[in-house]
């Protein structure tokens, strides 16, 4: 079997607090998320969590009103302690893709990664450009739709249509266990160009 990575994406305690409705959101979907990635570490896949830091410098961030969320060395921007494993490794990231500006392509190829399942939050945000990005890279990209959460559900549904169009195998987070369960590859997506 190819070599596989879970992906996280910013679920760190400032971007989950940002309001009442994303929390309800996180709120829902955390507990099927540990008992995810406790499964696929169990199975040796390796888990990368994506760590967004803000910089007061970048014109382009989102301030929540008056304060700058998940600022470098602040509490509010570490990976949520429910999701984090010592095992686990994780890449800051000053945008919303994952291989933008860091070095996540290099430890990916270091650890022989060839597919990677991507979770977390906002799907049509960083999961969406992640994966994009990954597929540019070569990678083989999974997208389970209930490993995925935005702050509203249309989000994730338009997310999901879209990824499952272009770049990424849309997969269950039961049916890829039951895959490394079973010892299979996991097959790459065919793109058909119309």
Known sequence: MQNV??????????LVRKHEARERAVHEFLPRMVQFLRSVRSYG???????????PADPNVEWFGECLPARKGTPGADILADVL?????VVPKPRDS?????????????????TLILTGMQAQICVQTTAADA????????????????TRQE????AIAWLGSY???IQPMKDIIDQLNRGESFTRKVIKVA
Do not use: M, W
């Open 135 to 150: 597929f540019f890279r070569g990678y083989n990209v999974i997208v389970p739709p209930d490993g995925v959460v935005s």
């Open 167 to 169: 770049c990424a195998t």
């Open 155 to 158: 989000d994730v549904e338009r």
């Open 98 to 114: 994952g291989f933008f500006e860091t070095d996540l392509d290099d430890q990916l190829r270091r650890h022989g990664v060839g």
């Open 85 to 89: 494993d010592p095992k686990d490794i």
């Open 45 to 55: 896949v390796h888990v990368f969590h994506l760590q967004l830091i803000c910089d």
């Open 5 to 14: 990575a879970v992906l996280t994406n910013d679920l760190q305690y400032d």
